[in-house]
């Protein structure tokens, strides 16, 4: 029988690629913090016996083929139903002993998120070179894009509410899951928190599969896609306001000719300038159109997420 806390169903989903130094130690430590919760490994096609050392430490396995984090992260949406979850990588470096502190804070405060924001742990060797100038940039650029809320972006360390999971799309394939995560967050307009979470270092024998410089521009990617998904009126507005005033200064000295000889000497630039013109004008009716997709999509997302109830928000224990 499914132990509750608090009143919900509690799962640890935890991806894994080639973490056979540690996989077995994660899901003790999460056990150890969380004995309620059910413990969920999902193996992204490991090739060191990830898979089978999870399972001998009594978690519950599921392999995905298709490689990246966030083709893991969208079967484990799909195939877990609780009422929270709490998502962590399965490297070990995070601190399992704090994931108590997240649930309550999520069900004490209503949210729908809440995530880890990482703090280096005194061990050394945590943030490799050029990840925290990249999470600043990255975490500061969706500020400027879709509203400032979040510290640490790109923590891999949160727990979210059912309501949540069964309302996101999850369109990512890698690493930038996160990114898509706290865009999808930012538009639902949804409650979410931080708390400061140890971060420390891989265990010998266990090697990160990010990239930075690949990875930064995969995420960069994203947030641009997300932007003109997300944002058409301000993206193709503009795009048409700059081709309209590029097209009314090449007419201008097309029209001081007409004006002067009453002919137009110059039929390439007249043409170029109507046409750009015209080009704005079609990107401007774009925008409008898009602006009404994209609104009528929020409603359908919105009412996806109403539907779902928020976790119960049990007396402590």
Do not use: W
């Not at 500020?143 to 309501?163: C, H, P």
């Amino acid at each position: 029988m499914t132990k509750l806390y608090r009143g919900n169903h509690v799962a640890v989903i935890l991806p894994c690629f080639n973490e056979v130094a540690v996989i077995a130690q994660v899901i003790a430590d999460f056990r150890a913090a969380l004995p309620e919760a059910s413990i969920h490994v999902f193996d992204n096609a490991s090739t060191d016996g990830t898979a089978e050392a999870a399972q001998a430490a009594g978690a519950i396995v599921r392999h995905v083929p298709q490689r990246g984090k966030g083709n893991v992260v969208r079967r484990q949406f799909a195939d877990v139903d609780a009422d929270v979850y709490v998502m962590a990588d399965g490297d070990g470096t995070y601190d399992a002993g704090q994931s108590r502190a997240l649930v309550d804070l999520l069900l004490d405060g209503g949210l729908d998120m809440v995530v880890g924001t990482r703090q280096s742990s005194g061990e050394g060797g945590e943030f490799r070179r050029g990840h925290l100038l990249g999470n600043r940039l990255l975490t500061g650029t969706v500020a400027n894009f879709f509203g400032r809320g979040f510290t640490d972006m790109l923590s891999g360390y949160r727990v979210l509410s059912r309501r949540f999971v069964k309302s996101f799309p999850a369109l990512s394939k890698g690493f930038e899951i996160e990114t898509e995560l706290t865009i999808h967050a930012l538009e639902l307009r949804a409650p979410y928190g931080e708390i400061p979470t140890l971060y420390g270092s891989r265990v010998e024998g266990s090697s990160s599969k990010l990239s930075t410089i690949r990875d930064g521009f995969v995420i960069a990617q994203m947030i641009v896609r997300l932007f003109a998904r997300e944002r058409p009126r301000q993206v193709y507005l503009t795009l048409g306001l700059i081709f309209a005033v590029a097209s009314a200064l090449l007419a201008i000295p097309v029209l001081l000719d007409y004006l002067e000889t009453g002919q137009v000497a110059r039929f390439p630039t007249a043409i170029l300038s109507g046409l750009g013109i015209l080009a704005g004008l079609i990107l401007g009716a774009t925008a409008m159109i898009l602006d009404s997709v994209v609104t009528g999509r929020r409603e359908v997302k919105r009412l996806r997420y109403l539907e779902i109830p928020a976790p119960r928000a049990g007396e402590r224990t």
